[in-house]
């Protein structure tokens, strides 16, 4: 009953706000709650279309689902593909991209200027419309499986047509990134570790396999170099090392590009954005009306790489008569996912409409973040998973400038992650709301180790600007060195040399709010 009181004072006391701020009619009359459920019609109206190729990677549409996002655009009258997918993390901490795929088609459907690309988001997906040179039809469907971690590039035309499928990757060799004057440049993505850091900082190499069928490609930790081994020493956590969680312990993630109709034709060299880049390209055996396209993700901590392969190659052999299945499933999930809740503003007004354009703009993020419901870790608040080339951000470029780049890179900053979660609670996505407890609920042992090892009392530390490991980030507790962020020798241990949040710890006892208004927003078990 108390619950019920606050309620109704909130909501008149919100009434009030908005009539004095003349906000009534843009919201309340804008906003419709009379459809029925199951009527997603209410959504055709905020799809995103486009008539013309884009520019460059910064003219992408985001695919979205599970916990991978997609930069989806055509350029050139290429289909490129950036694929981002939560708990990608290096040995630094940072976020990378898998790769991306380039798509050719012969005859070619987007040079004869029939182009249509649109963001459906009742069904979850990117459908790219063309032309072949006589007018027959061509269509490619991008999506991606809510229940496994695959990527879909279903293609089909009215005539046979041959496809070139290429993987590319631009960690094919180790990176330096230099001790550059900013934090904004080259080690924005891992600053929270390695900002003005003397000693040297290198993006490491992937492993890239070609096969006669596929093309398999990953990233495994090489923890002599990983951020926590170093985080331990240099916060003088040793003695208490076995009670300590590393979560990039034997850390492998990756995947394959594979198509049933596909073959290996070689290995191709260009520059992206100014990054060099190595193809691995396959083409089809022969032209075909429809061809299926994927890339399988996997990301799991065991010892041994074979073991790593063995449940990749579980989804490689994948019958196509799954994907149907998956399709089925996919669509019956947006249906579920779009009517938790709606809030519609000026519905029908369309794009010359300001508020109808805010309307839609929270339709969008929504489906953006629905990109992390089943994620590993807490939905990015610096891009997310749908970061591109810094070139097209910023204009910085050069080497070291990848498309792995994002500021404030390889950490989590508590009070931004926490705007990626609190509105989750009234939308009801309560399950795209778990993975923003995952650092906290998976790194507690590392912050009850540190206050008793430091203060000796039970308890339990989370600091404002924490690394992945749920240890401070190294940048921010300081180096043993002569400049930059160093680390005054007198200064108590556990304390971070970054004055801005040194002593910044209320975040934690937001989070610990957070989960209990979970609780009373949604009902899960807690305990």
């Given at each position: 009953s108390d619950i019920k009181m606050k309620r109704q004072l909130n909501i008149k006391l919100a009434c009030k706000w908005i009539v004095a701020t003349g906000m009534l009619s843009a919201v309340f009359t804008g906003c419709r709650t009379r459809e029925s459920a199951g009527d997603l019609n209410w959504l055709e109206q905020y799809n995103v279309v486009w008539t013309t190729q884009s520019e460059n990677g910064s003219g992408s549409m985001p695919g979205s689902c599970g916990d991978i996002g997609l930069n989806i655009w055509v350029e050139n009258i290429e289909l490129k593909v950036y694929m981002g997918r939560a708990g990608y993390r290096d040995e630094n901490g940072a976020l990378l991209k898998p790769g991306r795929v380039r798509i050719n088609l012969t005859p070619n459907p987007f040079e004869n200027g029939i182009f249509r690309q649109e963001l459906k988001l009742r069904e979850g997906y990117v459908l790219i419309n063309g032309a072949l040179p006589d007018g027959k039809p061509v269509e490619i469907k991008t999506w991606v499986e809510g229940s496994r971690p695959i990527v879909h590039l279903d293609i089909n035309a009215d005539k046979p047509v041959t496809v070139e499928a290429t993987y590319e990757s631009w960690r094919t060799e180790d990176i330096e990134l230099p001790n550059d004057p900013s934090k904004y440049d080259r080690r924005a993505m891992c600053m929270m570790n390695c900002d003005t850091y003397e000693g040297k900082v290198f993006l490491y190499k992937d492993e890239i396999r070609a096969s006669e069928k596929f093309v398999r490609f990953h990233h495994r930790i090489n923890n002599a170099k990983d951020c926590f081994n170093f985080q331990v020493e240099q916060q003088g956590l040793e003695a208490v090392r076995e009670q300590l969680v590393n979560p990039l312990e034997n850390l492998i993630w990756g995947g394959a590009l594979v198509g049933d109709n596909l073959v290996l034709a070689g290995e191709t060299r260009?520059?992206?954005?100014?990054?060099?880049?190595?193809?691995?390209?396959?083409?089809?055996?022969?032209?075909?009306?429809?061809?299926?396209?994927?890339?399988?993700?996997?990301?799991?901590?065991?010892?041994?790489?074979?073991?790593?392969?063995?449940?990749?190659?579980?989804?490689?052999?994948?019958?196509?008569?799954?994907?149907?299945?998956?399709?089925?499933?996919?669509?019956?999930?947006?249906?579920?996912?779009?009517?938790?809740?709606?809030?519609?503003?000026?519905?029908?007004?369309?794009?010359?409409?300001?508020?109808?354009?805010?309307g839609r703009n929270y339709q969008l993020f929504r489906y953006m973040l629905a990109s992390n419901v089943s994620g590993r870790e807490s939905t990015?608040?610096?891009?997310?998973?749908?970061?591109?080339?810094?070139?097209?951000?910023?204009?910085?470029?050069?080497?070291?400038?990848?498309?792995?780049?994002?500021?404030?890179g390889a950490g989590l900053t508590a009070q931004n992650q926490r705007m990626m979660v609190w509105p989750l609670l009234k939308s009801g996505d309560f399950d795209m709301v778990t993975p923003g407890f995952s650092l906290y609920l998976d790194g507690l042992p590392n912050a009850m180790a540190r206050v008793r090892h430091y203060w000796k009392h039970d308890g339990c530390c989370f600091t404002e600007q924490t690394a992945i490991t749920a240890l401070p980030g190294a940048a921010i507790y300081g180096f043993d060195q002569t400049s930059g962020r160093s680390r005054p020798k007198d200064l108590e241990p556990g304390i971070q040399v970054n004055k801005a949040c040194a002593y910044i710890y209320e975040s934690q006892l937001e989070y610990a709010w957070l989960m209990l208004s979970f609780y009373q927003f949604s009902g899960v078990d807690l305990s």
């Open positions: 260009g520059t992206y954005a100014e990054t060099p880049f190595k193809g691995w390209k396959y083409t089809s055996k022969e032209p075909a009306k429809s061809h299926r396209i994927r890339v399988c993700m996997h990301i799991d901590q065991v010892e041994e790489q074979n073991v790593w392969d063995a449940a990749l190659q579980e989804l490689i052999d994948l019958a196509p008569q799954e994907d149907a299945e998956a399709w089925k499933e996919n669509q019956q999930w947006w249906m579920e996912f779009w009517n938790r809740s709606h809030l519609l503003i000026n519905s029908g007004r369309g794009e010359e409409d300001a508020v109808w354009r805010i990015q608040f610096n891009g997310g998973l749908f970061t591109f080339d810094p070139l097209f951000v910023n204009g910085r470029k050069g080497p070291g400038y990848t498309p792995d780049h994002r500021q404030w």
